[in-house]
């Protein structure tokens, strides 16, 4: 009896220590900001093909929240849309995505 109390203890311990894993694997940006190495802030190109970051723009469920702003893109989420000398390329698609970008007008970054 004792050993089935045992083995139904470290099999929860075990089911309830994976859960954090599985929700901080959902995301694919880092709580840093980063994806692949890639900051997710600065300067960014949209193109058709061949992008550095597929996107998704969608409304809800966001793996990040983007701000579009005019100048000095620092903070992780600030983006500035520019035709050269951009840092990373996204290209926008409608189906499987790299990462989920919702577009705000205030409180940008990771979820």
Not at 20 to 31: H, I, L
Not at 62 to 71: C, G, M, Q, S, Y
Not at 78 to 98: A, H, L, R
């Amino acid at each position: 009896m004792k050993k089935i109390l045992a083995i139904i203890a470290a099999a929860l311990f075990l089911i309830l220590a994976a859960f954090p894993m599985a929700a901080s694997a959902a995301n694919p940006v880092s709580q840093d900001g980063y994806y692949k190495g890639i900051k997710l802030a600065g300067k960014v190109k949209i193109v058709r093909n061949f992008g550095d970051i597929k996107i998704k723009v969608v409304n809800s469920f966001p793996d990040i929240r983007v701000k579009l702003v005019d100048a000095f893109p620092r903070d992780i989420g600030e983006w500035e849309i520019v035709d050269y000398g951009e840092d990373f390329t996204v290209e926008i698609v409608n189906s499987f995505p790299d990462v989920r970008v919702e577009f705000v007008d205030s409180f940008p970054g990771v979820e």
